[in-house]
């Protein structure tokens, strides 16, 4: 088990965000994120950021005044004594240990049980339940790699700027073309990852769909919690010891 959320009497409060595809086109998403952090965030002990945080990941040696100005903003929060922990998304996959570290933030295994007051909970990205969607899940493969990884961090950024722009275009064209249950969840996945872990409760993202599900594993009723994106809205699950609550506020309440 981990014990990354082993807690002390500074603030019986942790946040769960993902899928904020910050990117510099939207300047509205990370102007809300940015006032998050300033505002929300440090009422928290715990800041788990599961996955997307970015609309793509170039590299880490990317050092472009919009990463330098994300990256400064999360280690101001890791700095005032808040714990920041990141799983990989399918559209940041490539972050890597330099960008953890110069923003405060630890990297986590893509699946991670973790001890939530008491509880064992499981949390993740959440792409890897998406068991329908064959052609992204090859693709995930390919590009999880060493091989492929190792020969797009060797092209010139530029290059690498152009493929992401390219990929993104792409899956957009064919996200478009998929059917719904293709996107969301397999359930029997679900299942088989909460029993994997012996847990009654987990927490993703990627779907784009903030929701509680019931479910049953381990032969007990479960629960599957979904986060919120920021495409319209800033989202986060609000966890005390007592109660887990999905939130969300309109990019101008969150902004003032």
Same mark, same amino acid.
Request: hydrophobic content about 40%.
């Given at each position: ?23 510099? +086109?939207?300047?509205?998403? @990370? ?58 998304? +399918? ?16 990297? &986590? ?24 969607? #064959?052609?992204? *899940? ?26 992401? !722009? !390219? ?22 996945? #679900?299942?088989?990852? &909460? ?11 990627? @779907? ?6 019931? #479910?049953?594993? !381990? !032969? ?5 919690? #979904? ?5 319209? *809205? ?23």
């Amino acid at each position: 088990m981990s014990d990354t959320s082993q807690m002390t009497d500074k603030s019986a409060l942790t946040y769960f965000i993902a899928d904020l595809h910050l990117a510099q +086109n939207r300047p509205d998403i @990370t102007a809300c994120f940015l006032a998050f952090l300033k505002d929300e965030a440090p009422k928290a002990q715990t800041l788990y950021i599961l996955g997307d945080l970015f609309e793509y990941w170039i590299g880490d040696d990317d050092d472009s005044p919009f990463i330098l100005e994300i990256s400064q903003a999360i280690k101001a929060l890791s700095s005032i004594g808040c714990k920041i922990y990141f799983i990989h998304g +399918n559209r940041d996959f490539l972050l890597g240990k330099r960008f953890a570290k110069q923003s405060g933030m630890e990297l &986590l295994p893509e699946i991670t049980l973790i001890d939530l007051y008491g509880t064992p909970v499981v949390i993740m990205h959440g792409d890897t339940l998406c068991t329908l969607d #064959v052609g992204y *899940q090859a693709f995930r493969k390919k590009s999880r790699s060493w091989w492929w990884q190792a020969i797009i961090k060797s092209l010139p950024l530029f290059i690498r700027r152009k493929i992401a !722009n !390219n990929y993104r275009d792409q899956s957009a064209t064919a996200t478009a073309m998929k059917s719904q249950e293709i996107m969301d969840v397999t359930p029997i996945e #679900v299942v088989r990852c &909460l029993e994997q872990y012996q847990s009654q409760i987990l927490i993703h993202g990627h @779907t784009h769909r903030p929701a509680v599900h019931d #479910v049953k594993a !381990n !032969n007990q009723q479960a629960q599957r919690i #979904v986060l919120g994106d920021w495409y319209e *809205q800033g989202a986060w699950l609000k966890v005390t010891p007592e109660s887990m609550d999905l939130m969300d506020s309109p990019f101008e309440l969150i902004e003032k």
